[in-house]
């Protein structure tokens, strides 16, 4: 599985998938680009689940024809503290996020 996770998370939510091909929008190279030119870019490269925690993308793009799963965290802040009790229903909505599809987590 190939996981990417926005670059307004911490790296260390990495972590949550241990054993599966996890990377950061900075990793990929893919840092600073817009929201429409990420999600474009991240269909071409076979990835099968976004991890975001801007509750607004939904509103914003289209994500019914995607090609991968997105999942979307609601929490307090992007701090890695806030995001820690959430671990595994992070983890449930990657392994059952469908692609087109956008599963919230809080």
Do not use: W
Request: charged share 25%; aromatic share 8%.
């Amino acid at each position: 599985m190939k996981i990417i996770i926005d670059e307004c998370l911490p790296k260390r939510v990495t972590q949550f998938f241990e054993g599966e091909s996890v990377y950061t929008v900075p990793q990929i190279g893919l840092n600073g680009t817009t929201d429409s030119e990420l999600l474009d870019e991240l269909d071409k490269r076979d990835i099968d689940v976004f991890i975001t925690i801007d509750g607004n993308i939904e509103y914003q793009q289209q994500f019914s024809k995607r090609n991968f799963g997105t999942v979307v965290i609601i929490s307090v802040s992007n701090r890695f503290n806030d995001l820690l009790h959430l671990k595994e229903k992070i983890v449930r909505a990657v392994y059952s996020v469908a692609k087109g599809e956008i599963v919230h987590v809080s």
